[in-house]
C-alpha cells in the first residue's frame, strides 16, 4: 500500500495546494488522507472529516434525485420542462433530459443572487425569461448551470419542499451523511475549508449564491463523497446514469455525457465522475466500476488541477494499471489568426482575443452578478496553436505547471471550458 500521506503532501507543496483531503474506496477498503491547512489566514490544520466545496459535483447529487422520481413514476426524462414548470419562460420544446446532458441550448451561467429564502430557486428560474437561447435544443453541447438550477426547481415542485430539504431527505439521510450541508450556517458547524487564489491569499467571499444550490453548493467531507459514489457503483437503478447520451466536445479526455456523470475513456477502460469548481475550491471524483476504485480529490485553491492530475495517474496507475491521457499541448507553429480576433460573450463573461505583437490573448472578463464573487474579474491567457493546425485550435495554461486548456474557435463561436461562447 503506498504512503498516500507522505505523497498527497509532496505532491500539493509541489503545485502550492495550502490543502486537501484525498479520498479512496479499493474495494471495499476506504482510505482517507488530510494534507495542509484549510485557511492560511488562521493555520488551522485540514482532518479526515473537514469538509470542502464540492462545486459542480453536487449536479450528480440533483440528477440522482431526478431519476429517483422518475423511478417512482412522477416524471419522465423526455417530459418537456414546461409540463412540470409552466411557469418557466424558456424554450418549449427543451426536455428534463437535455437539462441532464446540458444540450439545452439555455446560455447556462446566470449567476445571480435571488436571496436567501427558500424561494431563491423559484426566483432564479423566473430570470430565465431574460435568458439567451445559444442553439435550438439537442442540438449541441454547452455546459449550463442554469439547466440544473431548473432541475433542482422540479425537484421542489413535485416534493413539496426546498432542493435542500429534498437533498436531505432522498440522499443525506439514507445514505447515513453526517458530513454533507449545503447552507453556511451548517458548514461551520463543522472545519469547513476556505478557497485560495493561485497566489496562496484566502479568498474574500466563501460561497456561490444560494440560488445555483441545484447546480454546485454541496459542502462535504471526502468520506461523504465516497459513500454517494458507491451509491452509484453498487445499486443498479442508477446504472442508466453511465449510459452514453451525448458526445462531448473534442480536446477532453471525457468521450461522453451520460444523465450527468461525464464517462471517461483512459486507454480503454472507462471511468466516470465529475469535476467541481466554485471560489478557488476545486474538487474531483473519479470511479473505476470495474476495477471498484473510486477517488475523490478535495482541495482549497485555484492550482488543485495541476493536483489532480498527478495524483489521479499515482492513485489510478496503481489500482487500476490506468492513467488519465495527457492533455493537448501546444505546437511550435506559425498559424492564420485573423480570423479569430474578436469579442465573444454569454452570461457573465465577456472573451476578447486580441494580438500584441507576435502574442495571441485570450482576456476574459467578469460581467453582470459574476462580479460580486470574482476575485480576479480580468484574466489574460497566451493562446498557443496546436493539432489540427487549422488556425483555430488552442491551448493555454494558468502558470508553467498546470495542465493545457483546449480553446476552439469557428465562425460563430468559442469552444472553451465544455461552453458555447457566441461571437457578438
Not at 143 to 151: E, K
Not at 192 to 204: F, N, Y
Not at 297 to 319: D, I, K, W
Request: aromatic residues 8%; contains cysteine.
Amino acid at each position: 500500500m503506498p504512503d498516500w500521506t507522505s505523497r498527497l503532501a509532496r505532491l500539493a507543496a509541489d503545485h502550492a495546494v495550502p490543502g486537501a483531503v484525498l479520498g479512496l474506496w479499493v474495494d471495499g477498503e476506504e482510505t482517507i488522507t488530510p494534507y495542509g491547512v484549510l485557511n492560511r489566514a488562521t493555520g488551522v490544520e485540514v482532518t479526515a472529516d473537514t469538509l470542502f466545496q464540492i462545486g459542480s459535483i453536487s449536479k450528480a447529487w440533483t440528477a440522482t434525485m431526478i431519476v429517483q422520481l422518475a423511478a417512482e413514476g412522477r416524471l419522465s426524462l423526455d417530459d418537456h420542462v414546461l409540463q412540470l414548470l409552466p411557469e418557466a419562460s424558456i424554450d418549449e420544446r427543451i426536455t428534463v433530459r437535455h437539462l441532464l446532458t446540458h444540450t439545452s441550448g439555455l446560455d447556462g451561467d446566470v449567476f445571480t443572487d435571488t436571496g436567501r429564502g427558500d424561494d431563491c430557486v423559484a426566483k432564479y428560474v423566473a430570470l430565465l425569461a431574460d435568458a439567451d437561447q445559444l442553439f435550438e435544443p439537442g442540438t449541441a453541447y454547452s455546459y449550463c448551470n442554469a439547466g440544473f438550477v431548473l432541475l433542482g426547481r422540479i425537484i421542489e415542485v413535485l416534493d413539496g419542499r426546498s432542493w435542500d430539504e429534498s437533498l436531505h431527505a432522498r440522499i443525506t439521510t439514507p445514505l447515513d451523511l453526517h458530513s454533507t450541508v449545503t447552507l453556511p450556517e451548517e458548514a461551520i458547524l463543522h472545519r469547513a475549508a476556505v478557497g485560495h487564489l493561485a497566489d496562496g491569499t484566502p479568498v474574500s467571499t466563501w460561497q456561490l449564491p444560494r440560488s445555483l444550490g441545484p447546480a454546485g453548493l454541496i459542502t462535504a467531507s471526502a468520506s461523504d463523497v465516497l459513500r454517494f459514489a458507491r451509491l452509484h457503483l453498487e445499486d443498479e437503478s442508477y446504472a442508466a446514469m453511465r449510459e452514453p447520451q451525448v458526445e462531448y466536445p473534442a480536446g477532453s479526455d471525457i468521450g461522453h455525457v451520460g444523465l450527468t456523470w461525464r464517462l471517461y475513456d483512459w486507454s480503454g477502460h472507462q471511468l466516470f465522475g465529475h469535476d467541481g469548481s466554485t471560489i478557488s475550491q476545486l474538487a474531483y471524483l473519479r470511479i473505476h466500476p470495474e476495477a471498484r476504485v473510486a477517488m475523490v480529490l478535495l482541495t482549497n485553491s485555484a492550482n488543485g488541477n495541476a493536483l489532480f492530475e498527478a495524483v489521479a495517474t499515482e492513485v489510478f496507475t496503481q489500482y487500476a494499471e490506468v492513467a488519465p491521457p495527457p492533455a493537448p499541448e501546444p505546437v511550435d507553429a506559425v498559424v492564420p489568426t485573423d480570423a479569430i480576433l474578436g469579442s465573444y460573450e454569454r452570461a457573465g463573461i465577456r472573451i476578447d482575443a486580441t494580438r500584441e505583437g507576435d502574442r495571441l490573448l485570450l482576456t476574459e472578463n467578469a460581467t453582470g452578478a459574476r462580479l460580486a464573487f470574482a476575485e480576479n474579474p480580468v484574466v489574460e491567457h497566451e493562446l498557443h496553436p496546436t493539432t489540427p493546425l487549422d488556425g483555430n485550435h488552442y491551448v493555454y495554461r494558468t502558470a508553467p505547471d498546470q495542465p493545457w486548456t483546449p480553446v476552439t474557435f469557428t465562425p460563430t463561436h468559442l469552444l472553451a471550458w465544455g461552453r458555447v461562447t457566441p461571437r457578438v
